[in-house]
């Protein structure tokens, strides 16, 4: 483990060409202090947890000292907001601060979140709130914990700048750990804007330093985008498994590693509802979450279009072609595991339609169905459904169906512990209700930091009991079901 001072840069990017972004220093803010780093991502870096609680670490990434080896770029990018082009964007709040590069070999980008403005602020003031950068702490946290892939956040530091938003908010800076913060939207700037060359280069980079076993493919940027294609159905399986509503998945904000990016006005699924629409600006419910699915084709083919220059169409079609199988293959294996069922059989398609149909008409929290299905042996389920008092009005239709459910289990041949083993693997009993968010956030802004520690400590293992910590993995409250959240950071 590194001192801050210790640690190894190597900033590949900001070595591109400066059509690439702007050089900018961020802005400081006044009496920086640390709010919560995660010991997690720490090791990620080789960091020395002990460096998050001295002064330096919060006056380096609040903008009021520097560090050697640090070279901050404003990455310039484009991308289609609810379906519409704008060419006006770019790290409009945010910076690129460097690469460390770990003893193996792994490179992580360090990127801060709130650091002031860039010539692609677009008349903001480039700051980020409390109350942002808590949600996207938390939730990157919560995605790592579930096994998804994400970007990850080193630690929140708040300060005593006034950031003004519906009302006065502490100004704060998110430090965001990543692979690679490349998106969908970095080749569409390259493409709208004829730089054909760069284009190239850019391609030219992500193989390099992230798909390195593409080099000597013989098409290697139709291997790229099929890449892209992959990893994404990927992500889009792991999301509806798990229940989470991104909310804004513009192509801005879809990353070409495949990872959940650009945390905003999420939700994860309290009651089942399979419209359900987290952003409270999403008036049209272009990204609700069922509609999470055919928009991530949509932004794949915004890339494909945008890689012209490189494919031929027949290669951008193979592709595109592809993702609608990977995404049902990912998504059936990770169903298939929420139940314990391994094996395939002519009645599954009707076991999972009934079940989703029961979870909607009678508005089932989501999470507390499949993690409370984890502790009932097979044996029981035909006399069980009291075991759901609290999340079902009808208990009659939820019967049949676990009737139906055990008499499937019947034809497995797998044991039915291992069934059971399977399925805590794969329901987990916490996860980041918007209800427990705000309360974490309310709690912050008042000085008190414990319930973001706790809710840390239980995002990290997400399927584990975790003894006193109960209350977090509850049935939310009504209140807590009908909170609106926006864009607003």
């Known amino acids: 483990m590194r001192k801050l001072t210790e ?9 591109l060409p400066s059509v690439f972004g702007t050089r900018v220093i961020p802005q400081p803010l006044e009496n920086p202090y640390l709010v919560s780093v995660n010991p997690a991502v720490c090791e990620m870096l080789e960091l020395d947890p002990a460096e998050a609680q001295t002064p330096f670490f919060a006056e380096l990434f ?3 000292e520097a560090l050697h080896g640090l070279d901050p770029l404003a990455m310039k990018y484009t991308g289609h907001q609810f379906g519409q082009y704008n060419p006006d964007l770019g790290d409009g709040r945010g910076l690129l601060m460097g690469e460390v590069i770990t003893s193996q070999g792994k490179k992580w980008d360090i990127h801060l979140k709130g650091s002031g403005q860039t010539p692609y602020s677009r008349m903001g003031d480039g700051r980020a709130v409390l109350r942002s950068s808590i949600r996207e702490y938390l939730a990157s946290a919560a995605m790592k914990g579930l096994g998804i892939r994400t970007t990850h956040a080193l630690a929140v530091l708040a300060s005593d700048t006034p950031v003004y938003r519906e009302k006065a908010e502490p100004g704060a800076t998110l430090i965001r750990v990543a692979e690679s913060h490349l998106r969908f939207g970095h080749f569409e700037y390259l493409f709208y804007t004829q730089q054909h060359t760069e284009l190239k280069l850019l391609a030219d980079y992500l193989i390099k330093h992230h798909f390195a076993d593409l080099l000597t493919h013989a098409t290697p940027y139709a291997a790229m985008f099929q890449r892209i294609v992959d990893l994404t159905a990927t992500l889009i399986a792991d999301w509806q ?20 990016f650009d945390y905003g006005p999420y939700g994860f699924l309290d009651d089942y509802q399979p419209g359900y629409i987290c952003n409270h600006s999403d008036y049209s419910g272009r990204y609700a979450f069922n509609q999470q699915p055919s928009i991530a084709l949509w932004n794949l083919s915004a890339l494909g279009y945008a890689l012209t220059p490189l494919l031929d169409k027949e290669e951008i079609d193979a592709a595109l072609h592809s993702y609608q199988s990977r995404l049902q293959q990912e998504y059936s294996i990770r169903m298939r595991n929420k139940l314990g069922i391994m094996e395939r059989h002519e009645e599954d398609s009707a076991l999972f339609s009934e079940m989703f149909e029961l979870l909607a008409n009678q508005a089932i929290d989501y999470t507390l169905f499949f993690r409370t299905l984890t ?16 999340l079902v009005n009808d208990p009659a239709p939820l019967q049949a169906w676990l009737n139906t459910y055990a008499k499937r289990l019947t034809l497995e041949q797998n044991n039915d512990a291992d069934r059971l083993a399977l399925m ?7 996860i ?12 912050a802004e008042s000085g008190d930091y414990t319930m973001v520690e706790n809710l840390l400590t239980v995002l990290a293992n997400p399927y584990d009991d975790h003894p006193g910590y109960e209350q977090l993995a509850a049935k939310p409250p009504q209140w807590g079901k009908e909170l609106e959240i926006s864009c607003s950071s």
């Open 241 to 260: 498994a798990v229940g989470f509503a991104h909310g804004v998945m513009n192509t801005d904000n879809m990353s070409v590693l495949g990872l959940t």
């Open 432 to 443: 980041l209700r918007n209800y427990l968010a705000q309360q974490a956030i309310e709690q």
């Open 62 to 64: 609040t903008g009021n």
């Open 7 to 15: 640690l190894i840069f190597n900033n590949t990017y900001s070595e």
């Open 424 to 430: 805590r693997l794969h329901n987990p009993k916490y």
């Open 375 to 390: 502790d009932i042996p097979a044996g029981n389920l035909t006399d069980s459904s009291h075991l759901f008092s609290d």
